[in-house]
């Protein structure tokens, strides 16, 4: 019989608060690409899982939450590329104005 998990007693592990910190930020450049100065939405949107990068390779394993999905490298070197990729893409791709 296998038991219930324990709530850690600090309230939520640190992973979990970096998740929603990066998902919000990037809605947030979702919304601002769509609404206004697409450069900066995106911007916002690759800076937001280069957050999620950053907390990946900081926190241990047992308390990464919601970011842990394969292992530790693997999920760092996914999320680099893809925030490396998003911001070069915003910065490299040219305006459409005539």
Same mark, same amino acid.
């Given at each position: +019989? *296998?038991?219930?998990? !324990?709530?850690?007693?600090?309230? #939520? ?6 998740? *929603? ?12 690409? +769509? *609404?206004?100065?697409?450069?900066? %939405?995106? %911007? ?11 907390? /990946?390779?900081?926190?241990?394993? /047992? +308390?990464? %939450? +919601?970011? #842990?999905?394969? #292992?530790?490298? !693997? ?7 893809? =925030?490396? =990729? ?10 459409? #104005?005539?």
């Amino acid at each position: +019989m *296998t038991q219930p998990s !324990v709530p850690p007693p600090g309230g #939520r592990p640190l992973g979990t608060v970096a998740f *929603t910190a990066a998902v919000l930020l990037g809605a947030f450049g979702v919304v601002l690409a +769509m *609404t206004g100065p697409w450069r900066q %939405g995106v %911007g916002y949107l690759g800076s937001s899982v280069l957050i999620a990068c950053l907390a /990946r390779f900081a926190l241990p394993d /047992r +308390m990464a %939450g +919601m970011l #842990r999905v394969r #292992r530790k490298a !693997v999920d760092v070197v996914i999320l680099a590329a893809l =925030g490396l =990729g998003v911001v070069a893409l915003a910065l490299v791709v040219p305006d459409s #104005r005539p």
